[in-house]
């Protein structure tokens, strides 16, 4: 009965004895040797070989077997697409089996097997069950619409699918209406093809009382993207599921909490309702707390959100979110975050007091944070500056050199909120100049020292002492040196001319870092004009830095409080910043290309789908046969393809993958031609200019945009010119709509781009910047787009290429592989 | 959705690999090993995300169960469902270790192809799962095991209303045991101060009752209590005495919510078996059992005193039962010397601790430790490491510290003769401690 030992077997010849053991004709034998079989597939041993013997095996009437079967044939098929059709016989066979379970665990199979061939076979059958009489089967065809749709939107959609999934909505059983709506949801998420309306939404509240705790979860997050009519509607609908936030289940209080948080905003603001409505959020959340601490965590990621948007939910529960000794760091630093979120007037001795019990902590981030909070809390609640300063005083006495260099940090905001109130503590700090070696450490207290330089009477020492290490200063503290120094000569011009001279000198002459020359040129400038007037811009009264700096940007506030529960509320990040948005059916080769620019796990992760699955035998088209070209460095060569490398010289000079790709290139083409190789993979990332303005989650859509753009578009031969792709997308861009293509022109590589408008205002100053990469692309001549573009307007332009930039090293990739 | 599911043992082997969608391929297997199992540093965040794919792991003993998602999916039902799946797997066999998944690979894949469908959990209670799920597979080793009145029974039975409970059960002694446990949890400050406290109470059940019986359950609950003395004529002041303040609470899922919601009852059809009805939070009037008062003096720089006085508090007639107190010790500890009224106390090298156990403890009694610690007298840096942990303790009492009472468990069967006076029932209440801690 252990079935351990299936694990145990590492003989070589093991394949041919499976082989032989397969096709024995003991049932018992072939049980035991299909149950080996899996147990080589789950350490990761490659028995694809045995393909058409583990098949022979699925005509069977033991649902064990078959079932081990199908876990085979899952794994496998998409190697072996012309075997797996001699299961579809079998799987149609199944789809009318008397046996329910034996019907549903058909059509879920046969949905898994991403064959398009057996794709065809599917529909009938999966109509059929779509309507079977019983339920287990209809709730397991829901989801298999969902796979269908995965791999063939177009056929779901002409088959009719989406209707029938529809009328699954009406079912009688609750858990056929949950994996309906889930479904229905996930294909709505590529494309909206049905609305979700007030009738559907009456359909889902009714089923969300009876079903299982997961079909509560698909409902509820169902319903959280339905906007209702009116308020009357939103009202009903928060009384309808708000029982849900009793439920032991964390994941459908969540939600339940998603719903509401959503629909609150639709309610007038000042009504009873919503004060009794959030009255009953609290409670359920605070017990989440006591949940297992990965669910603590989610919870706790949520809930800084919730108290971001709506601060008086949860303002009377800070206890609750004391740190425990025994809990896990990420639970740690959580409630952490939020207590400092809660502090206030009436709660604040108690906060500082335990903020100072965790200082003393062993985990060195957890202190440092700590006491950033004793900081934040000096700066948010006035009434408490002074003891705050103090308790800060205390632990620098520690002399724990990590405490001291974060105190030092946040002294510096709380001189900047409350100036000309503890400049006494000014010398105690002093004292652990030395001990200071990170630079935003350093960079604060050159900071204090400059803005209170009149105070201190060694001030220029001091300073002067940095200034020996300039070159060797993190940037940050460069300028801040440079102008403390520039402060401390306006105060003290007597005794300090000298060492203006030598900062400035420093600063313009012999720094690379053009910020620090052009401020120091401002500062030169500025004092040799007009002294009065440097004095004016350099001393101005500094406007007093704002209690709350960490908050989220409330428009993606919103949006995230729109995820409650989700990934997006764990990363406080939006959705399409994580995942890829565009689910196209090139996808895949495109993710094994744009793998090049991610870091050394993501290599692992892209290069499978070509290790574990070579391609199918078939010549596929010429964007396809490109980006195969392109995976490979990745993994081991098809055959077709070595041949061509081998029969092109390599010459020696010009980066490794010129070489390798011209190679390619000859073999295939039949000429000399370098196929425009698009500067593949290297992540010409960022700087249109007409998004500069934009915040950082555009800009890093662009990044992620353009790597991926990489993969289906990359090269071509010379008088092929391959359709424009979109590389940027307007929505996800800030209206800058950038779509383009790489061609060879007179030798040189170029990209062709239509830039389009879809902004409510002009653009202009476009630029373009490659970043470092692995061809050393680099354009040959600025971007020229002379006018600006206003909106609803398109313009071609071309862009000419070198490849005699800086070129990014890269270690062949097939050395991860282990 | 959840793209795929693996199991590693602590050196970050597979033992099982379940994909789901196509977008997560098995390499994701070894990034995860890499970068989570095999990492340097502690683990910073139960979620990661490597090249777009998010990896979500819980630790059961020494086994790692991590899903895999490159989709915004919900965060919080892919924990309850790591969590429901190895929960699962322990009612199949037992504890979750490597050698029982190994052992039992292919009943864990079969519960995998069933409990999760394109990485949609589907239904995961043990007991239906159970029904045509077998160890064995004794119910599917035979051609044509089962009636086709089973099977559609079994359909029914995983997508039903009621999908936690099938029909036909029958008991010759219909009898029902309930315990309510609750956990403790104080933090207190040096001075004596309560800086946090509050219960963590459970409901937990034992049904064994014929046919579909309809449950209903009644504790003094604050709300449902002072809502009846409006409508009756009782006094006021002892209601409320004996009531209790639930801060919240959670339900099985068989408890008709809708019906707490509005009339405040706790209603239900129970699943057959042991199950935990409800699960509940207090943080008003605690009656704490145990007060614990530390005094710790360093007389020099190697030599530490530290007495611990332990009181009960709660009726003299109780006992309380498995005390333990742990005090911890600086790590360069050198001997300790013992000095205890009752119980036994020992020091343990090992775990940087002195613990002292006490087998049973009867109300308002007293006791106390004293220990002399001799330091090894190192540098500087590594006495300022020592924190001082907080002074813990365990301890089991035969009461419920939140003050829960239950005030009735009536039992109807409609179909079949038996009453709910026939119904045998027993309550039993236990109070343990959770975190219950003092600071010194």
């Given at each position: 009965?252990?079935?351990?030992?299936?694990?145990t077997?590492?003989?070589?010849?093991?394949?041919?004895?499976?082989?032989?053991?397969?096709?024995?004709?003991?049932?018992?034998?072939?049980?035991?040797?299909?149950?080996?079989?899996?147990?080589?597939?789950?350490?990761?041993?490659?028995?694809?070989?045995?393909?058409?013997?583990?098949?022979?095996?699925?005509?069977?009437?033991?649902?064990?077997?078959?079932?081990?079967?199908?876990?085979?044939?899952?794994?496998?098929?998409?190697?072996?697409?012309?075997?797996?059709?001699?299961?579809?016989?079998?799987?149609?066979?199944?789809?009318?089996?008397?046996?329910?379970?034996?019907?549903?665990?058909?059509?879920?199979?046969?949905?898994?097997?991403?064959v398009?061939?057996?794709?065809?076979?599917?529909?009938?059958?999966?109509?059929?069950?779509?309507?079977?009489?019983?339920?287990?089967?209809?709730?397991?065809?829901?989801?298999?619409?969902?796979?269908?749709?995965?791999?063939?939107?177009?056929?779901?959609?002409?088959?009719?699918?989406?209707?029938?999934?529809?009328?699954?909505?009406?079912?009688?059983?609750?858990?056929?209406?949950?994996?309906?709506?889930?479904?229905?949801?996930?294909?709505?998420?590529?494309?909206?093809?049905?609305?979700?309306?007030?009738?559907?939404?009456?359909?889902?509240?009714?089923?969300?009382?009876?079903?299982?705790?997961?079909?509560?979860?698909?409902?509820?997050?169902?319903?959280?993207g339905?906007?209702?009519?009116?308020?009357?509607?939103?009202?009903?609908?928060?009384?309808?599921?708000?029982?849900?936030?009793?439920?032991?289940?964390?994941?459908?209080?969540?939600?339940?909490?998603?719903?509401?948080?959503?629909?609150?905003?639709?309610?007038?603001?000042?009504?009873?309702?919503?004060?009794?409505?959030?009255?009953?959020?609290?409670?359920?959340?605070?017990?989440?707390?006591?949940?297992?601490?990965?669910?603590?965590?989610?919870?706790?990621?949520?809930?800084?959100?919730?108290v971001?948007?709506?601060?008086?939910?949860?303002?009377?529960?800070?206890?609750?979110?004391?740190?425990?000794?025994?809990?896990?760091?990420?639970?740690?630093?959580?409630?952490?975050?939020i207590?400092?979120?809660?502090?206030?007037?009436?709660?604040?001795?108690?906060?500082?007091?335990?903020?100072?019990e965790?200082?003393?902590?062993?985990?060195?981030?957890?202190?440092?944070?700590?006491?950033?909070?004793?900081?934040?809390?000096?700066?948010?609640?006035?009434?408490?500056?002074?003891?705050?300063?103090?308790?800060?005083?205390?632990?620098?006495?520690?002399?724990?050199?990590?405490?001291?260099?974060?105190?030092?940090?946040?002294?510096?905001?709380?001189?900047?909120?409350?100036?000309?109130?503890?400049?006494?503590?000014?010398?105690?700090?002093?004292?652990?100049?030395?001990?200071?070696d990170?630079?935003?450490?350093?960079?604060?207290?050159?900071?204090?020292?400059?803005?209170?330089?009149?105070?201190?009477?060694?001030?220029?020492?001091?300073?002067?002492?940095?200034?020996?290490?300039?070159?060797?200063?993190?940037?940050?503290?460069?300028?801040?040196?440079?102008?403390?120094?520039?402060?401390?000569?306006?105060?003290?011009?007597?005794?300090?001319?000298?060492?203006?001279?030598?900062?400035?000198?420093?600063?313009?002459?012999?720094?690379?870092?053009?910020?620090?020359?052009?401020?120091?040129y401002?500062?030169?400038?500025?004092?040799?004009?007009?002294?009065?007037?440097?004095?004016?811009?350099?001393?101005?009264?500094?406007?007093?830095?704002?209690?709350?700096?960490?908050?989220?940007?409330?428009?993606?506030?919103?949006?995230?409080?729109?995820?409650?529960?989700?990934?997006?509320?764990?990363?406080?990040?939006?959705?399409n910043?994580?995942?890829?948005?565009?689910?196209?059916?090139?996808?895949?080769?495109?993710?094994?290309?744009?793998?090049?620019?991610?870091?050394?796990?993501?290599?692992?992760?892209?290069?499978?789908?070509?290790?574990?699955?070579?391609?199918?035998?078939?010549?596929?088209?010429?964007?396809?046969?490109?980006?195969?070209?392109?995976?490979?460095?990745?993994?081991?060569?098809?055959?077709?393809?070595?041949?061509?490398?081998?029969?092109?010289?390599?010459?020696?000079?010009?980066?490794?993958?010129?070489?390798?790709?011209?190679?390619i290139?000859?073999?295939?083409?039949g000429?000399?031609?370098?196929?425009?190789?698009?500067?593949?993979?290297?992540?010409?990332?960022?700087?249109?200019?007409?998004?500069?303005?934009?915040?950082?989650?555009?800009?890093?859509?662009?990044?992620?945009?353009?790597?991926?753009?990489f993969?289906?578009?990359?090269a071509?031969?010379?008088?092929?010119?391959?359709?424009?792709?979109?590389?940027?997308?307007?929505?996800?861009n800030?209206?800058?709509?950038?779509?383009?293509?790489?061609?060879?022109?007179?030798?040189?590589?170029?990209?062709?781009?239509?830039?389009?408008?879809?902004?409510?205002?002009?653009?202009?100053?476009?630029?373009?910047q490659?970043?470092?990469?692995?061809?050393?692309?680099?354009?040959?001549?600025?971007?020229?787009v002379?006018?600006?573009?206003?909106?609803?307007?398109?313009?071609?332009?071309?862009?000419?290429?070198?490849?005699?930039?800086?070129?990014?090293?890269?270690?062949?990739?097939?050395?991860?592989?282990? | 959705?959840?793209?795929?599911?693996?199991?590693?043992?602590?050196?970050?082997?597979?033992?099982i690999s379940?994909?789901?969608?196509?977008?997560?391929?098995?390499?994701?297997?070894?990034?995860?090993?890499?970068?989570?199992?095999?990492?340097?540093?502690?683990?910073?965040?139960?979620?990661?995300?490597?090249?777009r794919?998010?990896?979500?792991?819980?630790?059961?003993?020494?086994?790692?169960?991590?899903?895999?998602?490159?989709?915004?999916?919900?965060?919080?039902?892919?924990?309850?469902?790591?969590?429901?799946?190895?929960?699962?797997?322990?009612?199949?066999?037992?504890?979750?270790n490597?050698?029982?998944?190994?052992n039992?690979?292919?009943?864990?894949?079969?519960?995998?192809?069933?409990?999760?469908?394109?990485?949609?959990?589907?239904?995961?209670?043990?007991?239906?799962l159970?029904?045509?799920?077998?160890?064995?597979?004794?119910?599917?080793?035979?051609?044509?095991?089962?009636?086709?009145?089973?099977?559609?029974?079994?359909?029914?039975?995983?997508?039903?209303?009621?999908?936690?409970?099938?029909e036909?059960?029958?008991?010759?002694?219909n009898?029902?045991?309930?315990?309510?446990?609750?956990?403790?949890?104080?933090?207190m400050?040096?001075?004596?101060?309560?800086?946090?406290?509050?219960?963590a109470?459970?409901?937990?059940?034992?049904?064994?009752?014929?046919?579909?019986?309809?449950?209903?359950?009644?504790?003094?609950?604050?709300?449902?209590?002072?809502?009846?003395?409006?409508?009756?004529?009782?006094?006021?002041?002892?209601?409320?005495?004996?009531?209790?303040?639930?801060?919240?609470?959670?339900?099985?899922?068989?408890?008709?919510?809708?019906?707490f919601?509005?009339?405040?009852?706790?209603?239900?059809?129970?699943?057959?078996?042991e199950?935990?009805?409800?699960?509940?939070?207090?943080?008003?009037?605690?009656?704490?059992?145990?007060?614990?008062?530390?005094?710790?003096?360093?007389?020099s720089?190697?030599?530490?005193?530290?007495?611990?006085?332990?009181?009960?508090?709660?009726?003299?007639?109780?006992?309380?039962?498995?005390?333990?107190?742990?005090?911890?010790?600086?790590?360069?500890?050198?001997?300790?010397?013992?000095?205890?009224?009752?119980?036994?106390?020992?020091?343990?090298?090992?775990?940087?601790?002195?613990?002292?156990?006490?087998?049973?403890?009867?109300?308002?009694?007293?006791?106390?430790?004293?220990?002399?610690?001799?330091?090894?007298?190192?540098?500087?840096?590594?006495?300022?490491?020592?924190?001082?942990?907080?002074?813990?303790?365990?301890?089991?009492?035969?009461?419920?510290?939140?003050g829960?009472?239950?005030?009735?468990?009536?039992?109807?069967?409609?179909?079949?003769?038996?009453?709910?006076?026939?119904?045998?029932?027993?309550?039993?209440?236990?109070?343990?401690?959770?975190?219950?801690?003092?600071?010194?």
């Amino acid at each position: 009965m252990t079935d351990s030992k299936y694990f145990t077997t590492t003989k070589k010849g093991e394949i041919f004895e499976l082989k032989t053991e397969l096709n024995s004709d003991k049932k018992e034998k072939k049980r035991e040797a299909v149950k080996k079989v899996i147990a080589s597939m789950t350490v990761g041993k490659d028995v694809s070989a045995l393909f058409p013997d583990v098949v022979n095996c699925m005509q069977t009437d033991n649902l064990e077997l078959k079932k081990l079967v199908y876990l085979y044939l899952m794994n496998y098929a998409k190697s072996q697409p012309d075997l797996a059709i001699m299961a579809v016989n079998t799987f149609v066979k199944d789809c009318e089996d008397p046996n329910p379970l034996i019907r549903a665990l058909a059509v879920r199979t046969m949905g898994c097997i991403r064959v398009e061939k057996i794709t065809e076979y599917l529909c009938e059958p999966l109509r059929k069950c779509m309507k079977d009489q019983d339920p287990y089967v209809r709730k397991t065809a829901a989801v298999c619409v969902a796979k269908l749709h995965d791999m063939n939107p177009t056929l779901v959609e002409e088959q009719g699918f989406v209707e029938l999934l529809n009328d699954l909505l009406s079912d009688a059983i609750p858990m056929v209406v949950a994996n309906a709506v889930a479904a229905l949801s996930e294909i709505n998420e590529q494309r909206s093809l049905i609305e979700v309306n007030s009738q559907m939404v009456n359909k889902l509240l009714t089923a969300l009382n009876e079903c299982t705790e997961w079909g509560q979860v698909f409902i509820l997050d169902a319903l959280a993207g339905y906007a209702p009519r009116d308020e009357r509607e939103a009202q009903n609908i928060c009384e309808r599921i708000s029982p849900r936030l009793a439920h032991a289940n964390a994941a459908v209080v969540l939600s339940t909490v998603k719903v509401l948080m959503k629909l609150i905003e639709q309610l007038p603001n000042d009504s009873d309702f919503i004060t009794q409505l959030t009255r009953k959020l609290a409670p359920p959340m605070v017990t989440l707390l006591s949940a297992e601490p990965e669910i603590q965590y989610v919870a706790l990621r949520n809930i800084n959100l919730i108290v971001q948007k709506r601060p008086d939910i949860l303002k009377q529960e800070m206890k609750v979110f004391f740190v425990k000794y025994n809990d896990p760091i990420y639970v740690k630093m959580e409630k952490l975050d939020i207590m400092i979120r809660l502090a206030q007037q009436s709660n604040i001795a108690q906060v500082l007091s335990e903020l100072k019990e965790y200082a003393t902590e062993v985990d060195v981030d957890f202190v440092r944070k700590s006491v950033r909070a004793i900081g934040r809390c000096a700066i948010k609640v006035e009434q408490s500056s002074e003891r705050c300063v103090q308790t800060l005083l205390e632990l620098i006495q520690t002399k724990v050199n990590y405490v001291v260099q974060e105190a030092v940090v946040v002294i510096k905001d709380i001189f900047r909120k409350y100036p000309n109130r503890y400049e006494s503590i000014i010398s105690t700090l002093c004292e652990n100049l030395d001990t200071l070696d990170e630079p935003e450490a350093r960079a604060s207290m050159i900071w204090i020292i400059g803005e209170y330089a009149e105070r201190i009477d060694n001030a220029d020492e001091l300073l002067e002492s940095f200034l020996d290490g300039f070159h060797d200063e993190n940037t940050q503290v460069q300028l801040q040196l440079l102008t403390a120094v520039v402060k401390l000569f306006l105060k003290r011009p007597q005794d300090t001319q000298q060492l203006v001279q030598k900062v400035l000198s420093l600063a313009t002459q012999d720094s690379d870092n053009p910020d620090l020359r052009d401020r120091g040129y401002i500062y030169w400038r500025l004092l040799s004009a007009d002294p009065a007037a440097a004095k004016q811009v350099v001393l101005a009264e500094k406007p007093l830095i704002s209690e709350e700096t960490d908050l989220l940007e409330p428009s993606l506030l919103d949006q995230l409080v729109c995820h409650i529960g989700t990934l997006a509320s764990v990363y406080h990040k939006p959705p399409n910043s994580f995942i890829d948005t565009a689910r196209q059916p090139l996808r895949q080769i495109n993710n094994s290309a744009s793998n090049h620019t991610a870091a050394a796990a993501a290599d692992i992760l892209g290069s499978a789908s070509v290790s574990s699955a070579p391609q199918p035998a078939v010549i596929p088209a010429q964007d396809n046969l490109i980006a195969d070209l392109l995976s490979l460095d990745i993994a081991a060569p098809t055959p077709g393809v070595s041949a061509g490398m081998s029969a092109a010289p390599m010459p020696t000079t010009g980066g490794d993958f010129d070489d390798l790709l011209g190679g390619i290139g000859g073999g295939m083409g039949g000429g000399a031609d370098l196929s425009g190789l698009g500067g593949i993979g290297g992540g010409i990332g960022g700087g249109l200019a007409g998004f500069e303005d934009g915040n950082q989650a555009a800009a890093g859509n662009a990044g992620i945009g353009l790597s991926d753009w990489f993969g289906g578009s990359s090269a071509q031969t010379q008088g092929v010119q391959l359709p424009r792709q979109v590389w940027l997308d307007a929505a996800a861009n800030m209206g800058l709509q950038l779509e383009g293509t790489v061609v060879r022109r007179n030798g040189m590589i170029t990209l062709d781009m239509t830039i389009t408008n879809k902004a409510m205002q002009a653009m202009s100053g476009f630029a373009v910047q490659f970043n470092k990469n692995s061809f050393g692309l680099l354009p040959a001549e600025p971007l020229q787009v002379n006018a600006p573009l206003f909106p609803g307007q398109t313009i071609n332009v071309s862009l000419p290429c070198n490849t005699d930039g800086p070129v990014q090293r890269m270690d062949p990739l097939t050395n991860l592989q282990s | 959705m959840i793209g795929g599911l693996f199991v590693y043992n602590h050196k970050g082997e597979v033992l099982i690999s379940r994909i789901y969608r196509d977008d997560v391929n098995r390499n994701a297997v070894d990034a995860f090993r890499v970068n989570v199992i095999h990492a340097r540093q502690q683990i910073r965040s139960p979620v990661t995300n490597m090249a777009r794919t998010s990896f979500f792991h819980v630790k059961r003993g020494n086994v790692w169960v991590c899903a895999v998602s490159r989709q915004n999916v919900n965060a919080a039902m892919v924990f309850e469902f790591l969590n429901r799946f190895a929960d699962t797997m322990q009612s199949y066999f037992g504890k979750l270790n490597e050698e029982n998944v190994k052992n039992n690979f292919v009943l864990i894949y079969e519960l995998l192809d069933e409990i999760l469908d394109f990485g949609y959990p589907q239904n995961t209670d043990p007991g239906v799962l159970k029904t045509f799920i077998t160890q064995q597979g004794v119910r599917t080793a035979a051609p044509v095991p089962v009636t086709k009145e089973e099977q559609s029974q079994i359909t029914s039975q995983v997508t039903g209303q009621i999908g936690w409970r099938r029909e036909g059960i029958k008991y010759r002694r219909n009898e029902l045991f309930l315990d309510v446990i609750e956990y403790v949890n104080l933090l207190m400050s040096q001075q004596g101060q309560v800086l946090s406290a509050h219960v963590a109470g459970k409901v937990a059940m034992k049904s064994y009752l014929s046919g579909m019986p309809e449950c209903k359950f009644g504790i003094n609950d604050k709300i449902t209590i002072e809502g009846k003395n409006r409508a009756g004529a009782d006094d006021p002041n002892k209601a409320s005495r004996a009531a209790v303040a639930i801060d919240d609470c959670q339900f099985h899922q068989c408890v008709k919510l809708n019906k707490f919601d509005t009339e405040h009852a706790i209603s239900f059809i129970p699943p057959d078996g042991e199950y935990e009805l409800m699960r509940y939070r207090t943080t008003k009037d605690i009656q704490l059992p145990f007060r614990v008062i530390p005094l710790v003096r360093e007389t020099s720089r190697n030599k530490m005193e530290v007495k611990v006085v332990l009181k009960s508090n709660f009726k003299p007639s109780l006992l309380a039962q498995k005390i333990e107190v742990r005090i911890p010790t600086p790590p360069h500890t050198s001997g300790v010397q013992l000095i205890c009224m009752k119980g036994k106390a020992r020091y343990r090298a090992g775990e940087n601790a002195i613990v002292w156990k006490i087998k049973r403890m009867g109300g308002m009694k007293e006791s106390q430790i004293s220990a002399e610690i001799d330091l090894l007298s190192t540098g500087n840096t590594e006495k300022k490491k020592w924190n001082r942990p907080p002074v813990s303790m365990n301890f089991e009492v035969p009461f419920a510290p939140s003050g829960l009472k239950v005030r009735y468990l009536k039992v109807f069967e409609p179909k079949l003769n038996y009453s709910d006076h026939d119904v045998i029932k027993w309550v039993r209440y236990i109070g343990r401690s959770g975190l219950y801690e003092t600071r010194c």
